[in-house]
């Protein structure tokens, strides 16, 4: 089955004074590109290829492509809440002028007050009300994080007059959360793959990389427990925001899912629904991170749009390394420039 793969390896810190509107008007060049231009002549000068039934195109964006706009890297990124649905809300829209495109338009770092507002009182999957408050969500979450402050205590922008939750361990998050109460907004930065007018998957960012810098009152308090890995179409995906990739957070799932999935039938229950193989295509969003070791299966693809174009690929994994050209699985086939950044063109076969 044959799909377009399309990165755009956009340089994040010429990007973050953009206001959304230029975003948006990049997002819908590039669509209307993949759609109308290089679909249309993939297929007429290879009318042999059989195309993938559910999506024909896969674009991705690097990390950060939606944050306040701000002067520098080293403010806040998060937007409000009301202005991360505006902008899910607009993507969602394009995507139903494009069905056949799967999009993952980079991550959106937003934050959300501790206080839950009337309108997101109910769960929409269940059109039940939501049974805990956000605050009993977060500390479960910081109770069951790994410290990952060794990691980041080195970071270059690290200066007392600006702290950064990352510079925190869990447990002092939580008693920042006790001591900013109702002042405390929760942090995100996360990755949606949408198609057709809806948000097939959600993955935040779980390694806490300096996320916070620049303000007060924000805590990252993701949900670590939540899997990194979704099938969509039949095909078994896996995703990593940046640090995560760095940090092998996929390879950490994988592992963990498959002893969990091994001790449950060894004991007579039936493993949950989830997948617990590697995936068939890993995809990384990044600003940036190295291309590390990834936990595809035989013959899957590593994806990974970056903000250094360097770190940008597509790869096929073949007799246990990954490669980047294949003939009749992976090929390169297109490369231009969107507002001074290289955006690339694969086509694959899954």
Request: net charge positive.
């Amino acid at each position: 089955m044959n799909t377009i793969v399309v990165l755009w390896s956009r340089n994040i810190s010429k990007h973050i004074n953009t206001d959304n509107a230029q975003k948006f008007h990049h997002v819908s060049n590039i669509m209307s590109w993949v759609n109308n231009t290089i679909i249309p002549y993939v297929v007429q000068n290879a009318p042999h290829l059989k195309w993938n039934d559910a999506f024909n195109a896969i674009i991705v964006l690097p990390e950060y492509y939606f944050s306040r706009t701000r002067q520098h890297s080293y403010q806040r990124k998060a937007m409000g809440e009301e202005a991360k649905d505006i902008v899910l809300q607009q993507l969602l829209q394009y995507s139903r002028y494009f069905p056949k495109i799967l999009l993952l338009p980079g991550t959106i770092a937003f934050k959300k007050s501790l206080v839950r507002p009337p309108n997101k009182t109910i769960q929409q999957s269940t059109r039940q009300r939501k049974s805990q408050s956000r605050l009993q969500k977060a500390s479960s979450y910081l109770l069951s994080s790994p410290d990952d402050t060794k990691i980041t205590s080195n970071y270059p922008f690290g200066s007392p007059y600006s702290p950064a939750s990352s510079t925190l361990t869990p447990r002092e998050k939580l008693q920042r959360l006790d001591q900013l109460g109702e002042n405390a907004y929760i942090y995100k930065n996360q990755a949606c793959v949408i198609q057709n007018g809806q948000i097939l998957f959600k993955y935040n960012k779980r390694k806490d990389y300096f996320e916070t810098y620049g303000s007060s009152n924000e805590i990252h308090a993701p949900d670590v427990n939540r899997s990194a890995s979704k099938t969509i179409h039949g095909i078994d995906f896996g995703l990593e925001i940046c640090f995560d990739h760095a940090q092998r957070s996929l390879v950490e799932d994988i592992t963990y899912e498959n002893r969990m999935a091994q001790h449950l039938a060894a004991h007579g229950y039936a493993p949950q629904p989830t997948m617990t193989s590697t995936p068939q295509i890993h995809i990384v969003v990044s600003d940036w991170a190295s291309n590390s070791a990834s936990p595809v299966r035989e013959g899957g693809f590593f994806i990974h749009a970056s903000s250094n174009n360097t770190q940008t690929c597509v790869k096929l994994k073949k007799h246990g390394t990954l490669v980047d050209h294949e003939p009749g699985r992976l090929a390169k086939i297109a490369e231009c420039w969107v507002d001074g950044d290289p955006l690339h063109a694969y086509l694959i076969d899954i």
